[in-house]
């Protein structure tokens, strides 16, 4: 107290200036003074000469008493600081004294006590301890002399900071490189320093340091060394997945997080080693190794498919944070296995049916279809599970470019169920799996499949009516009869039928005509007969049996009730049918599974039927079961579909050139392509010289024309 | 010749519009055949225009500024229907009326015989371009044939009126012809002329033969044996008039090895499908 009264006296003294100066700047100047010339004295000295160690020790008990009389002479001196350090040019007591402090002391120590603080941390860094403390105090005391400003502290300190560090990591990597164990062990060390690095950064350094400090280590420790680390052959990425060593797999994930190339780098090698696995899926299906054939076949290859997509999943999940550049990576290698070109040596094939030499070609789209067309004839055991793996196909979907090819198969297969069986519950599937399509691919893709199940919802309610109807006239029909309505434009194009049926049929049909002609205006029924089942029941010797068979085949057993046996000429006469057609049913009752007919001249061998054949009841029939199906021998339809849709795809295209043109009136050639291949890529991806040969075509059809000025601008003609 | 644009001043923004292609025509039409005003109906509304006040009044009142622009045809070879109204077309008419009647047939064209008897009166021989460039500045609608009004009226907007004047013109366009612009016009009226009749297509051997006749001269570099060898013996399809135009262009920028041609530039599958056939071999 009594010295601020000392203090507050001489301030105020009202004495003119000597020479210009007050009392209080008078005060100021010898205070500053006797600061410096103690720090130069006293303090300077004692610090000077020691080095290492004792500098470090030395610099901080002289800071920390420096700190202290800047507290007392603050305390004391405080009217000053009050009243006349408030002038701008003047610094107030605490910053002149640092500065005192800094010109004195620090000025000369500064270099020295650098060296030695880097020295410790290097030695700290080979896993000695160290004062810490004093450590933090001498870094922070260049952060104090700075002033408010971090420069004194970046110039002088962490330039050299950081260059020491980066020239220590430089060996230390060398050396680890050497150390047997390989990358494994690198990127272990690699990890542990850098955890390290940062606490140490926290402890006893700037928090501004700490980016810049792991920054250069990473550059040093990974960058530089990224190549080997990446590609090394027991430890690289590949190495890693091949292996499945998933921790050390996210190890070197989130090692190289930050580092944009070395990301990328790796997502381009986990996108290699997918599409070199996916691709041994293509060969083994294609080389039939499980030596499976058909449906099992198809079914192995998307459900190894979809595991392949699973286990990827979950290691991007758990491990990899679901990073952008792997999922990305995981569908570019899955685009590039699951849509083999012609010419691409994973080509997908099968053993032609039929009995002919070679393979076809088969696309996955008709897989991926086939399979799913598989879950749905059987039933699942809960809704979840099917929902689950539905879900998988669709995501299986969305990496197919021929999507409009698998629309068609689908379509067809569909068709195939929905007659063959009508219960709620599939009905249920086969609607959840239209939604799902529909988000995916829009309500276009799926209006026609929406369309059938509409039919087939409808149908039942039909039925009934139907069965008022006949009641009504009090009709017994002679056989249970249940007709299903197509609506012509959703379902896929069925050939014309030309069966005669048997009377007893044609009687149900000319019933139901009538009926719909009643309850319906101007639509015309067409009987598809070869789309029908039925079930037809003999009582053989061997005991009555219950066949599900198709219409045609019910029509020709129905001929064996007029006579005993039944020659094939006879049987086309009668039924209408091309010889074709009946050729097959005659096989397949015949030489199927269950020959319920058989051969009236006993030949056993002669598999072929000709015109002349003729054929009884086969009365030594026996079957296991009492109900069962005779199948019926399908014609290979793929070659069909592929075609019709390759035609479909052709006004496809032409369609969207006319679209594009529309809107935009004026467009150069290869905008024009450029636009027709993106607006189609969720369908199909067009080649490009089939959309040219389209171009040219609705030129000559005067759709559009060429500009006459310059020839590349194309011009919408009205 | 020159033909008319018509634009139209639109009141509130003063800003001049273009009038459409068929308004355009009806104005145009008027306003060559000299007349003082016409009515027309734009839309719903109709609409007098005063070429004389140089303005066109709507049915509800107020009146619009019009103006016309004369621009050059793209096309050299376009007719002005309505110039020179006045000529006397006497012995246009005679030497159409004699090659007629060399013609057999009932309709009222020159065809067949009727051309070789107006080449023998022109003195131009049947075999060079003379034929096809008269039936050019005519703008024949018809594949060889030419009618009578065509004739007459392009005559007369030429201002032919003698077969004096016709042959010295015949020798005139021959010159011209080697203008690029004018050339490659011709070029074009020659696929429509020379074609079968109701075809829009050129038959291959009938292509070759008229490239030979007319394109030998100007190809330059182009290796236009190549092409027709290529369109005779591997191409096989006829060819469509986007083809033929195409050719003229094709040749004009093509190097002579071809190898500044580029697939993404929008030429017909048949170009690609040449230069694919031809490079190697221009490499050898």
Known sequence: MYAYTVVYNVCTKHQSAKNGVTCAQELYRRLKEMIENHLRESVTDKVIHKTGDALLQEVHKEWKTHGLIVKWARFMFRYLDDYYTKSPQIDNLSTMMLKGFERAVFQRIKTSLRNVILTNIESERDGNTIDREVLRSAIWLFIDMGMETTEVYNQDFEKEFIKQSREYYQREAQQWQMEPGGQYTYLKKVEQKNMEEARRADSYLAPTTKGTLLKAIEQELLVTHMDKCLEDADAGTEALLNNERNDELGRMYRLFKNNGPGLERMADIVRKVIEREGKQINSKFSSGGTGETGEAASTTYIKSCLTLHDKYSQLFSTYLENNEQFLKARKTAYEVFVNPQQGDAWVLKQKTKGGKEGMDVITTSELLSTFIDGIMKKEMESEEALDNILDKCVTLFTYIHDKDLFQQFYMKQMSRRLMHNKNQHLLDQERTQISKLKMKMGSAYTSKLEGMLADQGVADNQNKHFKEYLADFEVKLPIDFTPLVLTTGFWPAFKHDTLAPPTGMNNCLSWFEKFYEKTTQSRKLTWIHSLGHASVVRKFPKGPREMSVTTYQACILVLFNETGSVVAKQAQETLKLPFEEIKRTFHSLAYGKFPVIKRADGNKALKQVKEGDEFIINDDFHANQRKFKIPAVVKQEREQIVDTNQEQRLHVIEACIVRIMKSRRVLSHSDLIAETIQQLSNLFSPEVRVIKKRIEDLIQRQYLERDEADRKQYRYLA | ?284
């Open chain 2, 1 to 284: 010749m020159p033909r008319g644009r018509w634009f139209i001043q639109d009141p509130r923004s003063c800003k001049w519009v273009q009038a459409d292609d068929t308004v355009n025509n009806l104005m145009e039409s008027a306003f060559k055949l000299q007349k003082s005003t016409i009515d027309i109906t734009i839309g719903i509304n109709e609409y007098r225009v005063d070429f004389v006040k140089r303005r066109m009044y709507g049915s509800s009142g107020g009146s619009r500024l019009i103006r016309r622009d004369e621009v050059q045809a793209s096309n050299p070879y376009e007719l002005d229907e309505y110039a020179n109204p006045k000529l006397n077309m006497k012995e246009i008419e005679n030497l159409y009326n004699k090659c007629k009647a060399a013609s057999d047939t009932e309709e009222d064209l020159i065809q067949g015989e009727g051309l070789m008897t107006l080449c023998s009166e022109l003195s131009i021989s049947i075999d060079d371009v003379s034929l096809l460039l008269l039936a050019c500045r005519i703008q024949a609608a018809e594949p060889f044939k030419i009618g009578r009004t065509e004739m007459i009226v392009a005559l007369r907007s030429l201002g032919i009126d003698s077969v004096k004047k016709l042959k010295s013109a015949i020798t005139q366009w021959k010159n011209e012809l080697s203008n690029d612009r004018s050339f490659k016009y011709f070029y074009w009226f020659a696929f429509d002329w020379t074609r079968e009749e109701n075809s829009r297509v050129m038959q291959n051997e009938a292509a070759i033969e008229s490239w030979k006749t007319l394109l030998s001269t100007r190809c330059g570099k182009f290796p236009l044996d190549l092409w027709c060898e290529f369109v005779s013996s591997q191409y096989k399809k006829a060819i469509s008039k986007d083809a033929w135009k195409s050719l003229w262009d094709f040749m004009q920028t093509s190097a002579p090895d071809l190898s500044n041609y580029s697939e993404d530039e929008g030429w017909p599958v048949l170009m690609d499908e040449f230069v694919e056939w031809a490079q190697p071999k221009l490499r050898s």
